[in-house]
């Protein structure tokens, strides 16, 4: 008998956990995400590392920036984690590790630590790093690779801003962590595209809130007016009428 959850089994996880309805404009990010990590946790070759936290973490908190009412973020994040069976405090906990370690390092510091933890391994987090290296079955995701990418951005400089910089040390950390370059490199581009597309949206949702508020004020200030009209018309006086009177003859 297979017990091997399913997708559904997850969204249904989650939504047992999150009760709120999700924004329409974010529903779609937060189920590819929650269908991305699905697939890769019952695939029999998926380890959880901190890079891909790390990448879990980034892909959640830039995509649903803006997210509205801001304090059911939290709370969807610890359901798309816990429908998983994952813990989303040693998640957050260790992107933060990653995310600190990154921003004390130059980009070539950040490779250089990463090429040493390749070759001969040295605090924990460079062991795990070593393992994934020497792991001809490690599952690669799209999720490993966005973390990856956000040590680089972290780094003294963000040589993620640079195209030269970026196509120089991303092959070498490639190779150090035996990754097809090709893959990461596509997966980074449509990363990259799709963070685009959500900067649009959401500047777009702006400019709808904003005109929907200008025509708020505007038929509020019209309303205004008509009312102090009809109050001055009440106040004023009564127009006299003319009466007639007999002329003697």
Same mark, same amino acid.
Request: aromatic share 8%; proline share 3%.
């Given at each position: 008998?297979?017990?091997? %959850?399913?997708?559904?089994? #997850? +969204?249904?996880?989650?939504?047992?956990?999150? #009760?709120?309805?999700?924004?329409?404009?974010?529903? %779609?990010?937060?189920?590819?995400?929650?269908?991305?990590?699905?697939?890769? *946790?019952?695939?029999?070759?998926?380890?959880y590392?901190?890079?891909?936290?790390?990448?879990?973490v980034?892909?959640?908190?830039?995509?649903?920036?803006?997210?509205?009412?801001?304090?059911?973020?939290?709370?969807?994040?610890? !359901?798309?984690? /816990?429908? /998983?069976?994952?813990?989303?405090?040693?998640?957050?906990?260790?992107?933060?590790?990653?995310?600190?370690? !990154?921003?004390? +390092?130059?980009? *070539?510091?950040?490779?250089?630590?990463? #090429? *040493?933890? !390749?070759?001969?391994?040295?605090?924990?987090?460079?062991?795990?790093?070593?393992?994934?290296?020497?792991?001809?079955?490690?599952?690669?995701?799209?999720?490993?690779?966005?973390?990856?990418?956000?040590?680089?951005?972290?780094?003294?400089?963000?040589? #993620?801003?640079?195209?030269?910089?970026?196509?120089?040390?991303?092959?070498?950390?490639?190779?150090?962590?035996?990754?097809?370059?090709?893959?990461? /490199? +596509?997966?980074?581009?449509?990363?990259?595209?799709?963070?685009?597309?959500?900067?649009?949206?959401?500047?777009?949702?702006?400019?709808?809130?904003?005109?929907? %508020?200008?025509?708020r004020?505007?038929?509020?200030?019209?309303?205004?007016?008509?009312a102090?009209?009809?109050?001055?018309?009440?106040?004023?006086d009564?127009?006299?009428?003319?009466?007639?009177?007999?002329?003697? +003859?």
């Amino acid at each position: 008998m297979n017990n091997l %959850r399913t997708v559904s089994d #997850t +969204k249904r996880a989650f939504y047992s956990i999150h #009760t709120r309805p999700v924004n329409s404009v974010y529903r %779609r990010v937060v189920e590819e995400l929650m269908v991305e990590m699905h697939l890769l *946790q019952v695939n029999e070759d998926f380890r959880y590392d901190p890079i891909f936290a790390l990448g879990v973490v980034t892909s959640f908190d830039r995509f649903m920036e803006g997210y509205q009412p801001e304090h059911d973020k939290g709370n969807i994040f610890n !359901a798309l984690c /816990q429908a /998983q069976n994952s813990d989303p405090l040693q998640m957050r906990k260790d992107s933060q590790r990653l995310q600190e370690l !990154a921003q004390s +390092k130059s980009a *070539q510091e950040m490779l250089a630590w990463i #090429t *040493q933890a !390749a070759a001969s391994g040295g605090d924990e987090l460079q062991w795990q790093l070593r393992n994934i290296s020497q792991n001809p079955k490690f599952k690669y995701s799209r999720l490993f690779a966005i973390g990856l990418f956000t040590l680089l951005e972290l780094s003294e400089g963000n040589i #993620t801003q640079d195209e030269a910089s970026l196509a120089e040390f991303l092959p070498n950390i490639c190779t150090v962590l035996n990754l097809s370059e090709s893959k990461v /490199q +596509k997966d980074l581009e449509i990363y990259r595209g799709n963070l685009d597309k959500i900067v649009q949206v959401r500047q777009a949702m702006e400019d709808i809130l904003e005109s929907q %508020r200008k025509r708020r004020e505007a038929a509020a200030d019209e309303a205004k007016a008509e009312a102090a009209v009809e109050d001055t018309s009440d106040d004023a006086d009564p127009t006299d009428t003319e009466s007639t009177s007999e002329v003697p +003859k």
